[in-house]
């Protein structure tokens, strides 16, 4: 070989050597994480009804309202007795966790003699934050109402379900 080839070959090893350094000195590596959080499965407990108390009844249309503090307040024409209360659900789940709350917005009310009343519901709140320490154990809410009572309703009584949901946010 010549020493011109010579030098050439020479020259070409150490531009490829250079161009392998240059692409090492460019690659680059990190690191990920993962991560993981877990919930306590909700439970959801109804511990009292909502009660509209007795009612009698009017010769015009009226409404009872519960509030969801329990508060009762007794329309015009009708005569309410007997003790009222709101819907109470108690919720257990994670410490500190927020718990979005709803469910239906009305219930209808079917009568054992026949006729129906609907109401319209009422939530305390949309959001619970659950709480564990010394006397308390995850939170609650309450579901209040209005009653709407007919002119002259057919007696009987009268029931009806709804439904309450309690979901992570």
């Given amino acids: ?71 009762p307040n007794c329309g015009a024409g009708l005569t309410c007795t007997g003790t009222t209360t709101a819907a109470n659900f108690d919720i257990q789940g994670t410490n500190n966790a927020v718990v979005l709350v709803g469910g239906d917005s009305s219930v209808t009310l079917n009568g054992s003699l026949g006729g129906s009343m609907t109401s319209t519901l009422t939530y305390s709140a949309a959001s619970v934050t659950l ?18 009572v007919g002119a002259n309703q057919a007696s009987g009584d009268y029931s009806g379900t709804f439904n309450v949901t309690a979901n992570y946010q």
């Fill in 131 to 148: 709480t564990n320490g010394p006397g308390t154990t995850g939170g609650s809410f309450q579901v209040g109402g209005t009653l709407s």
């Fill in 1 to 71: 070989m010549r020493k011109s080839g010579m030098k050439r070959a020479l020259l070409g090893a150490a531009i490829a050597a250079l161009a392998m350094n240059a692409q090492a000195a460019q690659a680059a590596s990190a690191t990920g994480t993962a991560t993981a959080k877990i919930l306590r499965q909700i439970t959801l407990t109804k511990t009292s009804d909502l009660q509209y108390a007795t009612i009698i009844s009017g010769a015009t249309a009226s409404t009872v309202t519960v509030s969801p503090a329990g508060a």
